[in-house]
C-alpha cells in the first residue's frame, strides 16, 4: 500500500511489449493518453517464444495496409492438418493462391522482428517504452485499495498511473498479486519446444513445393509418443520451424524430454526428407495457457486490467495455436476501455468494465466461448491416438493392392481398424457429435 500520488507519472501503464501489451500502448498513445510501456527484455519480442503463424487480420483496421510493412518471412498459402502413427502419415494438404495476396491470411514472422515493429507503432503514436526493466509488483493506493502503479527493478523505482494493464504474458504474477487469477493448475498449461533449423531458401521452396513468398504451415496430430498434443512445421524465407505442443502433466509423467519429442519428429518419414541436412539455429519453450474461456481470470480490477495470455486468451488446442491474433484484439480493447475509463475519472473496475463489454462485443470472447471445448476434445485419448491409427490404417487398406487375393471392402477395412484401434460402438458417433458442437 502507498499514499495517493500527489501526481501520477503516467495516464496508464501496460506492463509487457509483446503484441497485446504493444497493441494497447498504441491505442491510448493515439487517444492523446500519456502511456509508458514497460518490457523486461532488452527489446520488445527479446523474449517471446511462439511457433511461427501470425493471423494478422485484427490489424486490418489498426494498421491499415500493415502487410506492406509488418516484417514477414512468407505468406502461408498452405495449410495441412497431418494425422501421423509412427510410421504412417495421412495429410489433408490445402493450398490456396488468394492466401498470398492482400489482405492475406497468415504470415510467417520471427517474433523479435513482429512485436519490435509492433512496439515501435506504439513508440511512434507516442508511447514512453522502456526496456530492460522488469514489473516486480503493483502499488496500491491505501486510500482507495486501488492499483495505481507498478514496482520496478530500477533503482529510480516505481511508476504511477491511474490505469494499469497486465499484458506480463502466461502465468502472470500481476494478475495474481491483484487476486484475479483464481486456479492456475498445471493441466490447464502447454509446453510448446520448437527448433529453428537452417536451410537454403531454394532448397526450402523446393522442398515444401513453394515459390516466392509463399509459405507452408503443417499441423500434425499424434506425433507426441501418446502424450496429448501435438507437432507443427512452418517455413520462414530460409529456416524451417519444427516443434511440438505438450500437456505439461502428459509431459511429466512420461519422462520423455521435449528435445527428444521433436527429434522423434523430425525422424518421422514425412518429415526427415523436409529437414534433412538442415542446421540448428536455435531451441526455445515456452508455456501455453491452454485452458481457455473456462480458465480465464478476473478481466478487471480497481485500476487493473488483463489482456493477451495473461487472461488465458490464447486460443489453443494442441496443433492448433492462435495467440497473436487474439492477444492484439484483447490489448485493443484494454487500451479502448482504458481511455473511455480516464474519460469519465473512473478507472475502478466499474469504470473499467466496458473492457469485457468490448470482448464480448468481438470474436475474442465469442470464439473462446464457442471453442471451449476443443482443448478437452483435440487432447482426448482417441483423437490423439485411436483415429490417427484407424485413418491411416484405413487408407493403407484402401491403397495395398492385395493381389491374388480379393479386395477387401471399406467398411470391413473400417469394422476391422475400428476394433484394432480399440474404439468402442458409439465412439465415433460420440466425437463426432462432440466435434460439431465444438466446431459447428
Ligand atoms: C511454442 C509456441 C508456439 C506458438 N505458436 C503460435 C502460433 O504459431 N501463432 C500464434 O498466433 N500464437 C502462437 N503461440 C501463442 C503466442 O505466442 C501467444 O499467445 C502470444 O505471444 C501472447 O502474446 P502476449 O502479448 O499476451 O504475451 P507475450 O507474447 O508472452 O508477451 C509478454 C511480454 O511481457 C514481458 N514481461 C513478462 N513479465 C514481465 C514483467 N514482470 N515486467 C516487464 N515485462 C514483462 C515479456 O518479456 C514479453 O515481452 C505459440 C506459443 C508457443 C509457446
Known amino acids: 500500500m502507498v499514499a495517493p500520488p500527489e501526481r501520477y507519472d503516467f495516464d496508464a501503464i501496460v506492463v509487457g ?9 498504441l491505442v491510448l498513445a493515439r487517444a492523446g493518453r500519456s502511456v509508458c510501456l514497460v518490457e523486461r527484455g532488452p527489446f520488445a519480442g527479446s523474449k517471446n517464444v511462439y511457433g511461427g503463424v501470425i493471423y494478422a487480420r485484427i490489424l486490418d483496421e489498426l494498421i491499415p495496409g ?9 505468406w502461408v498459402t498452405r495449410r495441412a492438418t497431418v494425422l501421423m502413427t509412427d510410421h504412417q502419415a495421412l495429410t489433408v494438404d490445402y493450398r490456396t493462391s488468394a492466401w498470398g495476396e492482400p489482405p492475406y491470411n497468415g504470415a510467417t514472422a ?15 503514436a507516442g508511447a514512453v517504452l522502456v526496456t530492460s526493466t522488469t514489473a516486480r509488483g503493483l502499488l496500491v493506493d491505501e486510500l482507495t485499495g486501488q492499483v495505481c502503479g507498478i514496482r520496478t527493478d530500477r533503482p529510480d523505482g516505481d511508476l504511477t498511473a491511474r490505469a494499469v494493464i497486465a499484458c506480463d504474458g502466461v502465468n502472470s504474477f500481476l494478475a495474481k498479486e491483484a487476486g484475479m487469477y483464481l486456479h492456475p493448475e498445471p493441466e490447464h498449461f502447454t509446453l510448446g519446444a520448437k527448433e529453428v533449423l537452417a536451410l537454403p531458401r531454394e532448397e526450402i521452396e523446393k522442398r515444401f513445393a513453394l ?17 496429448p498434443g501435438g507437432g507443427f512445421v512452418y517455413t520462414n524465407l530460409d529456416t524451417v520451424a519444427v516443434g511440438v505442443v505438450v500437456s505439461l502433466t502428459g509431459l511429466s509423467a512420461s519422462g520423455i524430454r521435449p528435445e527428444e519429442l521433436i527429434a522423434g519428429l523430425k525422424a518421422h518419414p514425412m518429415i526427415a526428407p523436409l529437414v534433412e541436412g538442415a542446421e540448428l539455429k536455435e531451441y526455445s519453450a515456452h508455456l501455453i495457457p491452454e485452458g481457455g474461456y473456462d480458465t480465464m481470470p478476473e478481466l478487471t480490477g480497481d485500476g487493473i486490467l488483463v489482456a493477451g495470455d495473461a487472461a488465458c486468451m490464447c486460443l489453443a488446442a494442441g496443433i492448433w495455436l492462435e495467440g497473436v491474433n487474439f492477444a492484439i484484439g484483447s490489448g485493443e480493447a484494454a487500451g479502448r476501455a482504458v481511455d473511455e475509463a480516464l474519460a469519465m475519472g473512473d478507472t475502478s473496475a466499474a469504470g473499467l468494465a466496458g473492457y469485457r463489454r468490448r470482448l464480448e462485443g468481438g470474436f475474442v470472447l465469442q470464439d473462446h466461448r464457442k471453442l471451449r471445448r476443443a482443448p478437452h476434445l483435440v487432447l482426448s485419448d482417441r483423437v490423439q491416438n485411436a483415429y490417427p491409427t484407424l485413418a491411416c490404417d484405413l487408407v493403407e487398406q484402401l491403397f495395398t493392392v492385395t493381389n491374388p487375393v480379393p479386395k ?7 469394422l476391422e481398424g475400428y476394433q484394432r484401434a480399440g474404439l468402442k460402438v458409439g465412439d465415433l458417433a460420440r466425437d463426432g457429435w462432440a466435434a460439431i458442437r465444438t466446431f459447428g
Open 17 to 25: 511489449a509483446g503484441p497485446a501489451g504493444a497493441t494497447a500502448a
Open 66 to 74: 500493415w502487410w506492406d510493412e509488418a516484417p514477414v518471412q512468407r
Open 110 to 124: 520471427y517474433r523479435p522482428d513482429f512485436d519490435a515493429w509492433l512496439a515501435d507503432k506504439a513508440v511512434e
Open 211 to 227: 515459390s516466392g513468398r509463399e509459405g507452408a504451415d503443417f499441423e500434425i496430430v499424434g506425433c507426441t509418443q501418446g502424450i
Open 408 to 414: 477387401k471392402g471399406a467398411v470391413k477395412a473400417f
